[in-house]
T-cell receptor, first 115, second 109 residues
Framework: GAGVSQSPSNKVTEKGKDVELRCDPI?????LYWYRQSLGQGLEFLIY????????KSGLPSDRFSAERTGGSVSTLTIQRTQQEDSAVYLC?????????????FGPGTRLTVL | EDQVTQSPEALRLQEGESSSLNCSYT??????LFWYRQDPGKGPEFLFT???AGEEKEKERLKATLTKKESFLHITAPKPEDSATYLC??????????FGAGTTVTVRA
């Protein structure tokens, strides 16, 4: 079966522009996560969706970042007024049900470069 | 706050030269410790989950072990295709994974 897919694979934007990153989780997975991987650093948790519950946004670094999940499937991460420090690889993961012992499966990521 | 430290940062091995990677962690109430492999330009690929001290898991040339303070990923007789960055992550109390910075392994033929 298909794994987690993300688009675009690469995005280059100018400082101050808005960007949208898309994630398609594994079919049947109800839990979806966004992480950010900056050069030389570990993955950083951003946001978590589980079914119809309110998302856990505790990892979002500023109010310029937002995410939504439509129909319990596809998710979009939006960064408004991008800054150079937003340059990173944004990774999406999904798991069966979001229980703490469920394995998170990752997509290939979107590499964002802010000029 | 959960802390995960991986060492060494980089490891260069000759094909067939076995070695170990270390992941030390400080968490309150470990629920699981995860190992992932990440190739350049790709997302992390799941390898193992360990839940309790003393547990061991194996897959091909890789073997992961867990104690109360650290985990080791042993690579036995590595091949060039084992070259990758190996990531360790811990989960404590909820669904968030806290990752280490990774160990980049290069295996020369």
């Amino acid at each position: 079966g298909a794994g987690v897919s993300q688009s675009p694979s690469n995005k280059v934007t100018e400082k101050g522009k808005d960007v949208e990153l898309r994630c398609d989780p594994i079919s049947g997975h109800t839990a979806l996560y966004w992480y950010r991987q900056s050069l030389g650093q570990g993955l950083e948790f951003l946001i978590y969706f589980q079914g119809n519950s309110a998302p856990d946004k505790s990892g979002l670094p500023s109010d310029r970042f937002s995410a939504e999940r439509t129909g319990g499937s596809v998710s979009t991460l939006t960064i408004q007024r991008t800054q150079q420090e937003d340059s990173a690889v944004y990774l999406c993961a999904s798991s069966t049900a979001g229980r703490s012992t469920d394995t998170q499966y990752f997509g290939p990521g979107t590499r964002l470069t802010v000029l | 706050e959960d802390q995960v430290t991986q060492s060494p940062e980089a490891l260069r091995l000759q094909e067939g030269e076995s070695s170990s990677l270390n992941c030390s962690y400080t968490v309150s109430g470990l629920r699981g410790l995860f190992w992932y492999r990440q190739d350049p330009g790709k997302g992390p690929e799941f390898l193992f989950t360990l839940y309790s001290a003393g547990e061991e898991k194996e897959k091909e040339r890789l073997k992961a072990t867990l104690t109360k303070k650290e985990s080791f990923l042993h690579i036995t007789a590595p091949k060039p295709e084992d070259s990758a960055t190996y990531l360790c992550a811990v989960q404590a109390g909820d669904y968030k994974l806290s990752f280490g910075a990774g160990t980049t392994v290069t295996v020369r033929a």
